[in-house]
């Protein structure tokens, strides 16, 4: 049976960019809080009907963080999708550059930190999605996957 691609955003797949952005050997992660829990994500978010990636990217970029940043290329792909069937989350990294703006947590109720890590730092945090050892891997240079797989961290 062939699926079409409009046929998978009819059925509510979300689009999510997220940036990876790299200093002196370290990762920029912005940290929400939902529920009283804190998790750690690549900072982005979804794509807005007729927004380009690269433009939801730029502007998540300067919402959450007050920043610009210049998107370069993708770096992997992966899918996030509920066991329970509730949600279907394609999620696009792309390698990006900073390009000016003063670091600020965003007005967002759910923003709750924001940092650079190395990759040793990375590999114990609670991420979603579960893309740790991609983004360590990413850090020390190395070869990585382009698609990761359909992830979920239960």
């Known amino acids: 049976m062939e699926i079409l691609i409009s046929d998978i955003f ?4 979300t689009v999510r960019v997220s940036g990876i ?5 370290t990762m920029l992660l912005i940290a929400h809080k ?4 804190i998790y750690w994500l690549l ?25 610009s940043v210049e998107v370069d290329e993708i770096l ?3 899918d996030s999708i509920d066991p329970r069937g509730k949600r ?8 990006c550059a900073y390009r000016g703006g003063e670091y600020r947590l965003g007005d967002e109720r759910r ?16 991420l979603y999605p579960p893309i740790n050892t991609a983004l360590t891997t990413i850090i020390d240079r190395k070869k990585h996957d382009f698609y990761l797989g359909c992830l979920w961290l239960t």
């Open 21 to 25: 952005l790299i200093q002196d050997r």
């Open 111 to 126: 923003l709750h930190d924001y940092g650079f890590f190395t990759g040793q730092e990375i590999t114990g945090k609670r």
């Open 43 to 67: 900072p982005g978010g979804g794509v807005k009907y007729g927004e380009s990636l690269s433009q939801a990217l730029r502007r998540e970029f300067r919402e959450e963080l007050g920043i």
């Open 76 to 78: 992997f792909i992966c």
């Open 10 to 13: 009819k059925r509510g797949v």
């Open 34 to 37: 939902k529920n009283g829990e």
């Open 88 to 95: 279907h989350i394609l999620n696009i990294s792309f390698g």
